[in-house]
Structures are given as structure tokens and as C-alpha cells.
């Protein structure tokens, strides 16, 4: 093994949260995907933000592919691939996420060496398979087949093997930290024409205070000259928009459907109370928000 591989493998692979985290961003956030993914109680909330305790921590990577922003650096557990097949293997299951991104990376298949090995990723596979219907895709096709030692790479032959031969797919699914992308985990750029969000605006709440179109970090909301447009294929279903709404006029939920922009009419009026000009969804409003407030205070 070369100096380079040794190198690698050496580095401390401590899992951590940055900045980008939806909680760290804004206090009316409520995801905790992080959370909920990690099954071993090593993430907990403190002061509304999520922190690892590390020696909780298996290094499963769960919390890594659940996290809708990105916001946490670590690795992924080993993964064994053989011809282009991902092995069953080790005591970490996939998410049905990375399974999808794994497929659109060319490995649709998946074997494993008995039917109990089958049952213990049982329940990702069915997911990702359900998904990949809802996206036209052909499911996972499965198999049980003996694989001999030498037939597979291990992560440190994956390392050498992609340094010596440059083979791109095992690069794409060799995890470590230091040329690890978060954004491979962006479901959304490898089923374009397809977004992983229903999201609405209940345009008989909304003020068009702009507050969603400033703080999504992916820019789907859009508040210009006459026109409210929501398009989502950029969606990370991150929930900040649904939170930090003061009107609570956004809902959204996790839904596989074809991508589709949805344009609301902006009216312009004159408020019949103040005389100043505003802008509405509502074409009957005959009055700008704030004096409609203002009314219902008093
Ligand atoms: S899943 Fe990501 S955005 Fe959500 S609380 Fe955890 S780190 Fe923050
Ligand atoms: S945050 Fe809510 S009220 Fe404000 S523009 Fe967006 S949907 Fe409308
Ligand atoms: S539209 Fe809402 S849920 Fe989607 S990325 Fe933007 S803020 Fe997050």
C-alpha cells in the first residue's frame, strides 16, 4: 500500500455540525432529521441547536445523508461493491437516500450472501425500490450469491484502485472526509424533472412579506413584478420556509412529483383606508395588511 493510501486512512474522522445547519440559521427552525436518524442517541438538542456527543457516535453516517442542508461533515461507513453490485456487508444499513444515489452512480444491483443478510437491508431496499417507481426508474434487482474475498474491494483497495486506475464509479462511492462532497447527497440533481417536495402557499394567508424568499437557501421562491413563483427542483425539503412563514401559510410535505412551477398573480391596489398603494394575492382586498391588522387590534 502506497504512503498516499496510508495517508488517508490515518485521517481522524470525527463527525461535526456546521454553520449551514437550518437551526443555526434561524431559531424558528424546527428540523431535527438528524435526530430522528441517528439511533444511537448521539445527537441531542441544546439551546434549540443540534450537537454530537462523539462518544456516542458509531460513525453510521445516518445523520449525514438525513441532514436536508449538508450541514454535517463526516464519512460514510464502507461500502463493498463488486462489478458494479453493491455487497451486503458490514453492521451499518444504508438509508433508502443513498441507496437512490448509488443507483443513479450505475450500481443497480445488490447482492447478498444468504437470505438473512437480504432481511437486514430489507427495509431501505423496499423504500428505495417504491421511490424509484414513483421516479419511472426500474427497482434494484436483487441476488444471493457467495462473494469471494478477492472479488470485492475493500475502502483501503478502493483508495488504490482509483489512484492507480482512476476508475470513476469506485471513485463516486468511495467515502472519505477529505473529498467529501455534501452535495452528492442532493437527491434532486440526479432526478431532474422530478422534485421530493409538495409545497404550497395558502395565497388567502400570505402577506408577501418576502421572508421565505430571502431566507431559502435554494432560491425556489420567487416575489417579483406581478408574479409569486414557487419552483421547486432545487427543494432540500429543509422546512425553514414552513417555519419561519409569520403567517403560517406554507405546508409542505415529502411527495415524489413530477417538477412543475407554480405561479400566483400578484394585484397591485390602493388601500382604501390608508390610500397608500400595496400588493395582494387577493384580487377582492381592499385593504394593505398593516391597516388590516391594525383593525383586528382594535
Ligand atoms: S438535520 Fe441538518 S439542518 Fe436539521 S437540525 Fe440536523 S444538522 Fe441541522
Ligand atoms: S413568508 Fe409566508 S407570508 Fe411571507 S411571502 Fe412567504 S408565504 Fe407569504
Ligand atoms: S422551499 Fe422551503 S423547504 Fe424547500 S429549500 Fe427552500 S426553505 Fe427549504
Not at 155 to 163: N, V
Not at 168 to 178: A, E, H, L
Not at 207 to 222: D, G, I, M, P, Q
Request: proline letters at 3%; a negative charge; glycine letters at 4%.
Amino acid at each position: 500500500m502506497g504512503l498516499f493510501s496510508k495517508w488517508v486512512e490515518s485521517l481522524d474522522y470525527e463527525f461535526e455540525i456546521e454553520s449551514s445547519c437550518t437551526r443555526h440559521q434561524s431559531h424558528y427552525s424546527t428540523c431535527e432529521k438528524c435526530l430522528t436518524a441517528c439511533e444511537e442517541n448521539a445527537i441531542s438538542f441544546v439551546n434549540g441547536q443540534p450537537v454530537l456527543n462523539q462518544s456516542n457516535c458509531v460513525q453510521c453516517g445516518k445523520c449525514i445523508v438525513a441532514c436536508p442542508v449538508h450541514a454535517i461533515a463526516g464519512i460514510l461507513p464502507e461500502r463493498e461493491i463488486s462489478q458494479n453490485q453493491l455487497v451486503i456487508s458490514g453492521q451499518h444499513i444504508p438509508t433508502s437516500k443513498e441507496l437512490l444515489i448509488y443507483y443513479k452512480k450505475g450500481i443497480t444491483s445488490i447482492i447478498g450472501k444468504d437470505e438473512a443478510s437480504m432481511q437486514l437491508w430489507k427495509k431501505p431496499i423496499e423504500e428505495a425500490n417504491t421511490m424509484l417507481r414513483e421516479l419511472d426508474e426500474r427497482p434494484f434487482t436483487l441476488s444471493i450469491k457467495s462473494i469471494g474475498q478477492e472479488e470485492y474491494y475493500s475502502r483501503r483497495a478502493l483508495f488504490s484502485l482509483w489512484k492507480n486506475e482512476s476508475k470513476s464509479i469506485m471513485k463516486q462511492v468511495t467515502p472519505s472526509k477529505w473529498r467529501f462532497n455534501h452535495n452528492v447527497f442532493e437527491l434532486q440533481k440526479y432526478y431532474t424533472g422530478y422534485q421530493f417536495t409538495e409545497l404550497s402557499v395558502d395565497i388567502e394567508k400570505c402577506t408577501l412579506c418576502t421572508v421565505c424568499e430571502r431566507l431559502c437557501a435554494t432560491k425556489c421562491f420567487a416575489i417579483q413584478e406581478g408574479n409569486f413563483s414557487l419552483s421547486l427542483q432545487g427543494c432540500s425539503a429543509c422546512g425553514l420556509c414552513a417555519d419561519i412563514c409569520p403567517e403560517k401559510a406554507i405546508t409542505l410535505k415529502d411527495q415524489i412529483v413530477s417538477l412543475e412551477e407554480i405561479n400566483h398573480p400578484i394585484y397591485e391596489k390602493v388601500c382604501q383606508s390608508c390610500n397608500q398603494t400595496f400588493k395582494t394575492l387577493r384580487d377582492q382586498d381592499e385593504e394593505c395588511t398593516p391597516c388590516k391588522k391594525l383593525k383586528s387590534f382594535n
